[in-house]
């Protein structure tokens, strides 16, 4: 759409000027112009014209909305955008002010986009956080786990309606059930209304420690961010082959932390008595019975378990 300041710029020209005089008298017949001075009685001829730059671009750019060719090919002239005006009357005149407004388009890619920098994984495949969900769809996918499914569901609600609890969930059962993908559901479902998450791949994230002893500042910001998130997921706990320092200083110092102060949630192949036994054992030290009770103190009491039954969905279309 040409700028009417274009228009205006020229307006010795006579050309210029009967077309300018066209686009005002295709204004004063627009709906939309039609709709605002019968609101507004005030608004005459004369502040038609006083603003007309504005009601131009006020009626182009519901035009292009009514044809919208997707927010990444908008042609308004602030992508994503339209032109909203606010009347106001001052003794007895109206002032016509012009602003801006995100179209729903653009406030859906915005709150991706908050959504997507509130949640952080570590050797996570972001795809699980990004595909989208459907609450049917999860529903419908296996009626096997449904009372697991409703229980993720109670959980995410009550958090909506009374804030966060210290108390997590701890996500049971056989491979492919869909664990991680719940977890993920319910990440993206919290960080809509505000809460920061970190999900983390166990037996990647170990193998990394093992690594990165060495790099003090490096493994300070990364548990601290787990320390500090409002939500954080142990994805497949009991897969990782531990050592005592990734143990006891590492996943005991995190949990440690939140204990009491914000909910941890974690997803296992194993129950949680098969998990101390796995806690219980590394490969410098072997068995070590009261360090996997130790660190089961700091996880058992502050979960309720959800048993997740169903069919192996990896593979299927």
């Known amino acids: 759409?040409?700028?009417?300041?274009?228009l205006l710029d020229h307006l010795k020209n006579p050309d210029i000027r009967r077309r300018t005089e066209s686009i005002t008298e295709e204004l004063l017949q627009n709906p939309l112009i039609r709709a605002l001075r019968s609101e507004y009685p005030e608004i005459d001829d004369r502040v038609i014209r006083l603003n007309l730059s504005k009601l131009y671009q006020y009626a182009g750019d519901h035009k292009?909305?009514?044809q919208c060719p997707g927010l990444e090919h908008c042609p308004n002239d602030f992508q994503g955008h339209?032109?909203?005006?606010?009347?106001?009357?001052?003794?007895?005149?109206?002032?016509?002010?012009?602003?801006?407004?995100?179209?729903?388009?653009?406030?859906?890619?915005?709150?991706a986009e908050m959504i997507r920098k509130r949640i952080?994984?570590?050797?996570?495949?972001d795809h699980a956080l990004n595909e989208g969900y459907n609450n049917?769809?999860?529903?419908?996918?296996?009626?096997?786990?449904?009372?697991?499914?409703?229980?993720?569901f109670r959980?995410?609600?009550?958090?909506?309606?009374?804030g966060l609890s210290p108390r997590g969930l701890y996500l049971t059962g056989a491979f492919g059930t869909g664990k991680t993908y719940l977890m993920c559901y319910l990440l993206h479902e919290l960080a809509m209304v505000g809460y920061t998450g970190v999900i983390v791949y166990m037996p990647d994230f170990v193998e990394d420690l093992k690594s990165m002893m060495q790099e003090g500042q490096k493994l300070k910001e990364m548990t601290e961010?787990?320390?500090?998130?409002?939500l954080l997921i142990f994805d497949d706990i009991g897969a990782e082959n531990l050592n005592p320092w990734v143990r006891d200083h590492v996943l005991g110092s995190i949990l440690n932390y939140r204990m009491n102060r914000k909910p941890t949630f974690y997803t296992s192949n194993y129950p949680l008595d098969g998990l101390e036994r796995h806690l219980s054992f590394t490969s410098k030290d072997g068995e070590e019975l009261h360090k996997g009770q130790r660190l089961m103190n700091r996880i058992a009491p502050?979960?309720?378990?959800?048993?997740?039954?169903?069919?192996n969905q990896r593979g299927k279309f």
């Open 302 to 311: 502050f979960v309720d378990v959800v048993q997740l039954f169903g069919e």
């Open 225 to 230: 961010t787990m320390k500090e998130c409002d």
């Open 64 to 66: 292009h909305c009514e």
């Open 155 to 162: 959980y995410i609600q009550d958090v909506k309606e009374n």
């Open 136 to 152: 049917m769809e999860i529903m419908a996918k296996d009626r096997l786990r449904a009372p697991a499914v409703h229980q993720i």
């Open 120 to 125: 952080r994984s570590f050797y996570v495949d």
């Open 82 to 111: 339209f032109s909203k005006l606010d009347i106001e009357r001052v003794n007895g005149t109206v002032e016509i002010y012009e602003r801006k407004a995100p179209c729903h388009l653009q406030v859906a890619k915005t709150n």
């Open 1 to 6: 759409m040409e700028s009417l300041g274009q």
